[in-house]
């Protein structure tokens, strides 16, 4: 069910209308008038179900190079970052952040895989990509380099919120 607005274009002599759908975990944007329907864009829910402001800004910002020689956030600072992420949790050694997922089917797993493998890249951050049971799908993101969580870390995680991912209906 979408939510119509009619909205009067500058410079246009009709009104369109703006519909809003959501689909899952995604909301699609389309434009109408009486003679046709477009799409003109769609967000992941993902990455607005974060904390309004910090959340989306964690998604702005981009991996640093890290080689070393920098500390390991704190605890408080960890629980700071992690309320700005849904699902993902600290691991036992508090070296690790973790997210667990059970994916439609085999083919929609590793095609989530693909994605955050090219999303890794782009950032220079990788992320242990754990595939178990055929669809069982988990995520641990540490700072290799530190021995421990940085900043990295739940950006990258902000990131991979942000990619579609097509759950097992209940």
Not at 18 to 36: E, M
Not at 48 to 67: D, H, Q, S, V
Not at 95 to 114: G, L, P, V
Request: charged share 30%; aromatic share 8%.
């Amino acid at each position: 069910m979408g939510v119509r607005v009619s909205v009067r274009w500058t410079g246009i002599d009709h009104h369109d209308t703006l519909i809003f759908v959501r689909k899952g975990r995604a909301i699609d944007f389309y434009r109408s008038n009486r003679l046709r329907v477009e799409r003109i864009g769609s967000i992941s829910l993902r990455a607005t179900i974060m904390n309004a402001t910090t959340g989306i800004e964690l998604t702005r910002k981009r991996c640093a190079p890290c080689e070393g020689g920098v500390p390991t956030l704190t605890p408080s600072e960890v629980e700071t970052l992690l309320k700005q992420l849904d699902g993902w949790s600290v691991t036992d050694d508090g070296k690790r952040i973790r997210r667990e997922w059970k994916a439609r089917n085999f083919s929609t797993a590793i095609h989530f895989f693909d994605e955050v493998a090219a999303l890794a890249e782009a950032e220079g951050h990788h992320p242990d990509l754990h595939l178990t049971g055929y669809r069982e799908v988990a995520i641990e993101i540490t700072t290799h380099a530190i021995g421990g969580l940085s900043e990295n870390d739940f950006i990258l995680a902000a990131k991979i919120d942000a990619i579609p991912f097509e759950v097992k209906k209940p």
